[in-house]
Each structure stands twice: as C-alpha cells, then as structure tokens.
C-alpha cells in the first residue's frame, strides 16, 4: 500500500500545484482543477435513482461496482486529491449540417479523428510522470474507462458543470471537451467548485429528436440517440427508429446548440482532426461494408469497438429514414445478413423506402 509523501519533503502545495497546472496546459490540456476524493457526495444517491429507473438500458457496468463508481475515495482510498483536466476538440464545421443529407451518414464529432481513450491517457501519463518523478507520490489515471464518475469530479474541481444536456459545460470551455482524471496520494490544494449557469435556456433539451430527457439534468439513456447506436445491442425499438434520422454513430444535437459553445477553446490536438471520410459518408458506401472492410476503414477509430454488425445496423436505420429510392439496392442486399439485427433492419428500411413489411 503506497504511503503519501512526507510533506515536509515537499515543495510548497500552492507552488507546486502551480507548476502541475503549467505543465498540464504544455501538454495540451485546456483547463485543471482539483478535488478532494470525497468531493460529491450527491452522487450515490443520483447514481442509484438512475439505476434504479432503468435508465442505463443495457449499460450493466453502469451497475457493476457502484460503491467504487459513486465514491472516489473508495475507488483508491489511498488518494489525497483528485486531479481533473478537460482537453478540447472544437469541430471546425457545423456538425449538424449533415442531418441536411439523408443519403450520408451523422458521425458524432468526438469520433472524427483518433480514439481520445488513447490520446487522452498518454497525455495524462506523461503529466502522471513528471509528479510522480517531482514529488515521489503514487498516481492513477483513468480516461472513462474506469468507474470513476468524471463529470461530477470536473464540477466539484470548477472546471464547468453539468447543464441540462448532463454533459459538462464550462464558461470559459464550451461543451466539447474530453476529461482525464488523475488521483494522487498528494495532499494538493482545493479549486472552488463550479455553479450552474444555464438559466432558462432549453435549448438542449429541446433539440433532442428522441426526446431522452424526461426533465432538465436528467437523462434516460434508453432514448439516447447515442446510447442507441453505440451501447445498445439488437434491434433498435421501431419507435425511436425514425428519430435517429441519419446519425449512425453518436449524437451531437445537444452539444452543439449550447450558447456557451461561443466561448469554447479551439481543439488544439491535431489527432482531433476530422479525416475526410468520416465527416458526411455515404450511406451506400457503409452498407457494403464487410467486417474486414470495417475493420480496416475504422482502425484507430473509435467506431471499431462497436464492430460491423451494429453499425451496419445503424446505416440501415439511416437508409429507412433517408427517403432516397437509390439506397434501394443497398438496403436488399442485407435482408439475408447472418446478423439478425442488420437483416431486420435491412426489411425495415426497405418497407420505410417502398412499402411493405418493414
């Protein structure tokens, strides 16, 4: 069990906590603040209504180890602080012009370049390092691949708060931002934690083409245009297929409609950057896709995780909703798909574009 440093071995924590923040903005992150570990104390009770209304659909990790997940001090008890970072990725372009082209496909922008799970950690890491080499402390860094609530973490540490969306917005960030977290055995001073300012702006939840927030700052991910196409395994309920229009990875509606998006930080990381082929692709070209095909076209990407047949499956449900006559083919050449789901969806489509049982 590693044991905190000695402070009186150690620099000034105000001046040290200083040259950490310096070295995080070097590295490419937008923003850091810190918390204590036990910092949100609203969140086991939220956690557990959200659970308990079944609201995280298919999402049973969401459920695996929820003592951990709702309380960091848990998680590693050994932690002293917790060191939050957000790391930008601005889209250059208006995401949702594509939602203009029915024929091609919406991929969320957060998906147009590398996956951040990768960038974001190695980043982290290195920023881990250089504490650890400066100071002797003991780290662990998680990038939303832990049960570690990052949100609720980022507003206790004042780098923004979570709007009526549920994603975190900051005054000076916007909402496209990627978070990191790092705990250490440090003992670091505390940020003051940030308020909300939405107001009565709506704008988010009125935008939602699913309508997947029963009431402001909360959300049933069970209508999530998001959790639709990239959680949720099998067919998709036929009353939330029309809704899902031609988004085929992920949904930015909420994002980008954001007032506060006027004050967000350029994306600075060039991995960010979109590749030509995944903003605006065409749909046909998508559904011809075969797993190798797939595989090979979204290497690095994190589309992979998700695999061929539920993003085929998605293309189908864009090709339903397209009302385009020439995704016809593309659409019949799947209703005998080895994957039940892309083979259902494929009729599906086909009855939306010409009648029939779909």
């Not at 250089?130 to 832990?146: M, P, Q, R």
């Not at 509606?253 to 030509?276: G, Q, S």
């Not at 397209?322 to 892309?342: E, K, Y």
Request: charged share 25%.
């Amino acid at each position: 069990m590693p044991a905190a440093p000695d402070p009186a071995a150690l620099p000034d924590p105000a001046a040290l906590k200083a040259r950490l923040r310096a070295r995080a903005l070097a590295e490419g992150f937008a923003a850091m603040g810190v918390c204590a570990p036990d910092a949100i104390p609203q969140a086991p009770a939220r956690l557990a209504e959200f659970l308990e209304d079944g609201r995280h659909g298919q999402m049973s990790w969401m459920a695996d180890r929820t003592a951990w997940r709702a309380n960091p001090a848990a998680l590693w008890p050994d932690a002293r602080s917790v060191v939050m970072l957000a790391e930008p990725y601005t889209p250059d372009a208006d995401p949702l012009e594509v939602l203009k082209h029915p024929a091609r496909g919406a991929v969320s922008v957060y998906a147009w370049g590398r996956d951040y799970h990768d960038v974001v950690k190695k980043r982290l890491k290195r920023l881990g390092r250089w504490l650890v080499e400066e100071t002797g402390c003991a780290i662990k860094v998680f990038v939303d691949t832990a049960p570690v609530m990052e949100k609720p973490l980022a507003q206790a540490a004042g780098l923004g708060w979570q709007g009526k969306h549920t994603n975190l917005l900051g005054r000076d960030l916007g909402n496209w931002v990627f978070l990191g977290a790092l705990f250490t055995t440090l003992e670091l001073p505390r940020d003051t934690p940030e308020e909300e300012h939405c107001g009565s702006c709506t704008a988010c939840l009125n935008i939602c083409p699913t309508r997947a927030f029963p009431a402001p700052y909360q959300l049933d991910a069970r209508r999530c245009v998001s959790y639709l196409t990239i959680e949720h395994r099998g067919p998709v309920d036929p009353d939330l297929r029309p809704g899902l229009g031609n988004r085929i990875y992920g949904c930015d509606d909420c994002l980008a409609v954001c007032p506060w998006n006027k004050f967000a930080i350029a994306a600075t990381e060039t991995k960010y950057a979109a590749r030509a082929d995944l903003v605006a692709p065409p749909l046909a070209e998508l559904a011809a896709l075969d797993d190798a095909g797939f595989r090979a076209r979204f290497s690095g990407s994190p589309i992979k995780r998700i695999g061929r047949d539920r993003f085929v499956r998605n293309v189908l449900y864009a090709i339903g909703n397209s009302g385009t006559p020439g995704l016809v083919p593309a659409a019949a050449d799947l209703t005998s798909d080895a994957d039940p789901a892309v083979a259902e969806a494929a009729v599906w489509a086909l009855g939306r574009l010409v009648g029939g049982p779909g």
